[in-house]
């Protein structure tokens, strides 16, 4: 097997230093040595983004979708990772997950998390680039019109983004 | 590795229902493309370094020469004939003649049931040709689709040699029946490791949608760790191996003839329906069988002869999948009805409403429905809304020269439940105030662990604050047993034995949480309340008057208010409760065959006669459960076999799509659903089936399309990559409506996970033809047909 690789990493708010085999991909590295079950796996192969998780790059970027499937844990030496264990503080949801829970967005939820960090980078674009009201379907067709779920028709995740968007000073833009 | 070579040497024995061999024989033809060789073993540690996602062995396959199938041709057949020539009852169907199977015999009215079957049979195709009925007769297909839940199979399982058990976790839809598998499979007595115990922690599944009842999965899961010294091992499918040897739905070939009277009434019925069933049984026998039964769809039709088939083949196995038959069924038949009213000249609703089924009509085996069917104000509601009474000036303003706009409806109507429900429930309260659940229900995602725990609002005053799913282990208690009797009296006399039922525990299926498994779980709550909070409650209240009367109570803001006046508070309830010892725990077994089983049980002093056959009762907060013994048990009656289903939901479904004619590409624009589901537990799930089942039956109208065999997934090869799968941008936000029919007072919750897909494609299809004047009868209606059809 491949030699390890030592990288740096912030994730959820926690400094790591890891040794990281090159093959090793994120979310196996999330679940399996981390025991971060939240980001889950379907496709294995970066198509059906249940896996997303949001990452950062630098201070003065946006958070973006990630699939951490099909993404190797060394490529991320430096990087900002937030999954959806991350998400809440101090035991208060962010209103992304309370807006799911309020609007029955998911069922059987293996698709979900991958809905929460899709729809979170978007936030965080969002923060960094509004738009104006006419354009915020387009905008949640960008963060997560690519994800994939059985359960739900999609339509619950969709009002419950597009509220949070809508309740959210700053990422609208104002006629 | 482990081979078949070391099964047969070991003994291992195959429970029936899972085909012939596990494994391919090396050297020897397998059943079906794609059945596996061989167990690999890997360590965890090397597991994630493999990049095993990502493999693809498909192009390693080499082919030999083209082989016979191993299978038996048939996995099962049914006939439904029926005949009712004018007013009054059937001349001849299902539940008045029984069920007819091949070899038929020569026609004879005053014959056995095979003989009457061929005569009316040949009656109705005699009928066909001279009553001067206008006929339609087209043929369909459908495709092999997979359910694709998002959570493949996996599990982690070992073995405890010492103890002989087997311990495995995972996800299914059937736990108790892969349990009872799983021990079969060593159950020979030259068998090197024995099991005498399989503990099977059922975990939530992340969707199922049918695919994880009864897979196979579990069997190939045990046989690996009987094999691993003891370690645990662990099986994830990749998504490659998930498509290779998940449950897929049947294909069908369908040919159907109607025909119709001058006034729109459909006069007779007759279909030949094939399925192709794959390399293994598996629920195939099912699968034809309610094809058959429910390939009349929402209506009433005097005449019918119904013939359906599961073949086998070399594919991969198709099973159990949301629908189960009746979609496929009912794609033919919705659509068949809509191309009569275009050629009829009648509003396609009109047309419906003219057929349809309802209470006091008898169904397709001759069963007169249990509860009132709202088709009518399903159809009428549909025949109001805007996007149907103005689809011609829709169709003429949204049209232009990219685009063509129609709009289709289709009709639905689906049994819930199978007739065979055996359902497990235990309602607890403890002395800390919660409320837990526990039942052998599955969410696969269809809401049974967001509503099972409201259904006891009523009766307890709030929510469950726990809900386990998918228990079978805790019901030990009930000491049940059970075995498949052929007869009345063989009934009659197992049911001598208190602990005997025809069916332990059923697997999730056949949209059966919101009628079968609610009562199991409102019937446990029913007998805590009334010989654990009721008495608690007059205790605490000093009430003198203990006769338990519902009419006496009522829950407040969490509190008991009891004759009016004594308002007691639910944690001070609970306390007394446990600290009397009053019941605090119900654990019940309930069974329905078109009637529900009865017993009656002493409680303390009372006799009550309940709507259930197995009861065992905890008090206060210390000790396990009690077992009763029931007196004067009264099963179903076993002819209600024959009435198949007793129980319908109706789903009408109205669609708008735009048809590219540059690239044929369909879009769904817009969508309204319309439904009976009797009471409502909770409208956002309710909702949520009926998006969801949108955006799955979009995938089969239009998207997904397995091949069977060569270039198929059997393969190794087919991800999600390669098969398209509905997003969020092929779903009509803002533009799906759901309106829910107003309940009939005394209605049950009705089932409806299944049935909310069943019209998607034939309307889709309707709506395409209203578009383009061209009718598809070949799903999917891939963009590369309909640009055919355009050029």
Redo the contacts between chains.
Sequence with gaps: ??DKVQIKLKLNNADLLEQV?P???LA?FLQ?SKNLTAT??????G??R?CTVAVKHSAQESFEATRA?ITPVVSLDGATIKTTEGLAEADQLHPLQEAFLK??SF?????TSGFLMGAYSLLDKLRLAPVSADKI?EA??EG???????????????TAIKEVILATPGLVLQS | MITDKDFERDHLKIPFYFGRIMMAKAGSQPDYLGQPVALLYIKSSDFLELGARLLDLSSYLRFGAEASSNSPSSYGETRITRHNDGPGSDSFSVVMDGLSSPPWEAPDIKGSSNARCVFYGNLIEQELETKGWELFEEKFSTQSIDPCFMESESGIAWYDKKHKSLNMTLGSQSPYDDGEACATIFADKACPYPVMTVKLNCCYPGGGFGGRDHSDFPLYLAMAAIYADGKAVRIVYNRFEQFQAGIKRHPAQIHEKIALDKNGVIQALKADIQLDGGGQNNFSFAVQAVAAQNATAAYFIPRLDIKSKAMSSKAVTSGSMRGFGTLQAMFALESLVDQAAEKLRMDPIELRLKNLLSQSKATSTGAKPSYEIQSEKVLRAAQNSKLWSQRESFKKSKSNKNLLYGVGFALALKSYGTNLDACLANVEVEADGQVRIKCNAIDMGNGSATTLPLVIADLLGRNADVMKTGVTEEFSSLKLTASFESSQGAEDQKAKNPRWVPFISMAQAASCSAFQMRHAVREAASIVLRYGIWPAACQLGKISERTYDSKRMQWQDGQLLIDGKHRLSWTDILQRLHKEGLISGAMVHTYYRAQWSKADFKIGLQTETLPIDALALRSGSKGGYTLLDREKVQMPPFKNNLIGVDMYTPYGLLVAVSVNKESGEVRLEEAEGFIDVGQVIQYEIVEGQAAGALAMGLGQALYEDLPLTKGGPGEGGWNIGRYRLPTMRDMPLNRFKLHIIEAIPGDPPKGMAEVVECPVAPAIANAIAHATGKRFRDLPISAEKVKGALA
């Design positions: 097997m491949s085999s093959t090793l991909m196996d399996e889950r796996v379907c496709c294995g192969i198509v059906c249940a499937c609007n029955f069922q059987c939820g293996y698709s379907d949640i067709l997560v019109g690519d994800n994939i779920c059985r359960c739900t028709g999609y339509l619950r995740y969709y």
